[in-house]
């Protein structure tokens, strides 16, 4: 249910001043947003499925290609006359990214397109925070998601602008969140602690009928389930090029490692893998392949996980 947009990605050595203009030293243009999340468990050998709307257009067409490429179906036809929306991914030489975001197709999300979508058991329901501040995808998203039935988990990310999200949509939503997946500063907008830790043990009593992660950039993420304490998951120590996509990568093997079987720890440390492994290339959508993870894993001396097709 993640919006996929087109990420038009600058790389620049610091930010500008306020009217201030700063030369690029490179860029790109490539699907991104919900497309990073779906890409990253398709590369673990999930079948995936999209079912937001996407558009007719130079940004439509591309994001439809990369889906394509990807092996991700696509359950809605194109919207006739609305091209796919963008986002301005600026990477800084820190590698850290900052966005501006113009809304398009994939805001115009019905109550009607999610009526032809059934799910059932195997399968995972994820959506993003970016979905309920579109007045039509807000519409649609609160009144579908709390029917999902118990058999299809729903992993939901509320993203950065999880403060602007109306606390009415959370109220109907949060009861049906089976696993809430977040960094550590969407935790602190949300609970009002800085503290990861404290963060996610205060998140796991509001929501997550499975449990909450919250993830800690370099340092992994922690793990908070019901009836235990948080617990820290170790992160890898990679030299970092680029952040951009990297939390995707995680929600996405997160995923993908929880539908194999994986324990909540376990998954969460698999997604640690994929996400520093993301971290070392240049892009949006840079989740490793499986193969690529399990080796990764192996050189640190842990298991490789298994794969599902």
Do not use: K
């Amino acid at each position: 249910m993640g919006n996929v947009v087109v990420d038009l990605v600058l790389d620049v050595p610091a930010l500008p001043e306020r009217g201030g203009d700063v030369l690029a030293t490179g860029s790109a243009r490539a699907p991104g947003g919900g497309f990073n999340v779906m890409a990253a468990a398709a590369r673990q050998g999930l079948r995936v499925a999209y079912a937001g709307a996407h558009g007719t257009g130079p940004f439509g067409d591309l994001a439809g290609a990369g889906m394509r490429e990807a092996g991700i179906e696509v359950l809605h036809p194109a919207r006739a006359a609305l091209d796919t929306g963008f986002v301005v991914a600026v990477v800084d030489a820190g590698g850290e990214r900052t966005f501006l975001t113009s809304p398009g197709a994939e805001a115009t999300l019905t109550g009607r397109d999610l009526d032809a979508v059934a799910t059932g058991a195997g399968d995972i329901v994820y959506a993003s925070g970016y979905g309920m501040l579109h007045a039509s995808n807000r519409v649609a998203l609160a009144g579908w998601l709390p029917r999902l039935p118990d058999a299809a988990p729903l992993v939901f990310d509320p993203g950065p602008l999880v403060g602007e999200i109306s606390a009415d949509v959370m109220r109907a939503v949060l009861p049906r969140i089976d696993w809430w997946t977040c960094n550590a500063r969407e935790a602190a907008v949300v609970t009002g602690h800085a503290d990861p830790m404290t963060a996610a043990a205060d998140l796991a009593v509001r929501t997550g009928r499975h449990g909450v992660l919250v993830r800690t950039g370099p340092d992994g993420c922690v793990v908070a389930e019901p009836g235990g304490p948080p617990v820290r998951v170790p992160g890898f120590q990679v030299d970092a090029v680029d952040m951009n996509g990297a939390g995707d990568a995680h929600t996405g093997v997160f995923v993908a490692a929880l539908a194999t079987g994986s324990s909540a720890v376990e998954a969460a440390r698999t997604a640690n893998a994929a996400a520093a492994l993301a971290v070392t290339v240049r892009g949006p959508a840079t989740a490793p392949s499986a193969g690529e993870l399990s080796a990764f894993l192996r050189q640190r001396g842990l298991p490789a996980r298994s794969q599902r097709t």
